[in-house]
T-cell receptor, first 112, second 113 residues
Framework: GAGVSQTPSNKVTEKGKYVELRCDPI?????LYWYRQSLGQGPEFLIY????????DSGLPNDRFFAVRPEGSVSTLKIQRTERGDSAVYLC??????????FGNGTRLTVT | DAKTTQPNSMESNEEEPVHLPCNHS???????IHWYRQLPSQGPEYVIH???SNVNNRMASLAIAEDRKSSTLILHRATLRDAAVYYC??????????????FGKGTHLIIQP
């Protein structure tokens, strides 16, 4: 069956611009997670949704980062006023409660 | 959060067994031990998880020490496709749960043909 889909796979933007990254989870998965991965590091937790609500957003680095999941399925990670330090691979995962996480292949964001 | 310690890298030969160690001396009694792996240019992939007893599945085996302060992921016959970064993660949840999972740097497994 279809896995977690993330679009775009690559995004290049200029410093100061706004970007949106999309995640299509596995159908029926109630939990959705966003992670960020810098080169040579493990994935770093950003935010967790259970249904439509953000159950834990403690990993968002600052108020330039925001994520939504309005209908409990697709999620969008939004980054305002991008900075070069935001360059990373942004990973999305989904799961049923109590089950392993299924990850997408990520969006590689490059801020020039 | 309880932390894990893994070697930065390991090397093995194709078609031989691989034993990937993980130390977690501060594990709590309710923490599950999860293993994920990340192939190049892909997102992490679930491998196996366990609580107290050894576990087997089609991908690997998980051997958990009796005091639960360490565990070993066993790939019975490594192939070139097993070359990846392997993460050992502790979580109070059997699945993702709140906060998801906290990844460290993992072990970079290199497989020689």
């Amino acid at each position: 069956g279809a896995g977690v889909s993330q679009t775009p796979s690559n995004k290049v933007t200029e410093k100061g611009k706004y970007v949106e990254l999309r995640c299509d989870p596995i159908s029926g998965h109630t939990a959705l997670y966003w992670y960020r991965q810098s080169l040579g590091q493990g994935p770093e937790f950003l935010i967790y949704f259970q249904g439509t609500g953000a159950a834990d957003d403690s990993g968002l680095p600052n108020d330039r980062f925001f994520a939504v999941r309005p209908e409990g399925s697709v999620s969008t990670l939004k980054i305002q006023r991008t900075e070069r330090g935001d360059s990373a691979v942004y990973l999305c995962a989904s799961s049923l409660m109590g089950s392993p996480l299924h990850f997408g292949n990520g969006t590689r964001l490059t801020v020039t | 959060d309880a932390k894990t310690t893994q070697p930065n890298s390991m090397e093995s030969n194709e078609e031989e067994p691989v034993h990937l160690p993980c130390n977690h001396s501060t594990i709590s009694g309710t923490d599950y031990i999860h293993w994920y792996r990340q192939l190049p240019s892909q997102g992490p992939e679930y491998v196996i998880h366990g609580l107290t007893s050894n576990v087997n599945n089609r991908m690997a085996s998980l051997a958990i020490a009796e005091d639960r302060k360490s565990s070993t992921l066993i790939l019975h016959r490594a192939t070139l496709r097993d070359a990846a970064v392997y993460y050992c993660i502790l979580s109070p949840y059997s699945g993702g749960g709140a906060d998801g999972l906290t990844f460290g740097k993992g072990t970079h497994l290199i497989i020689q043909p």
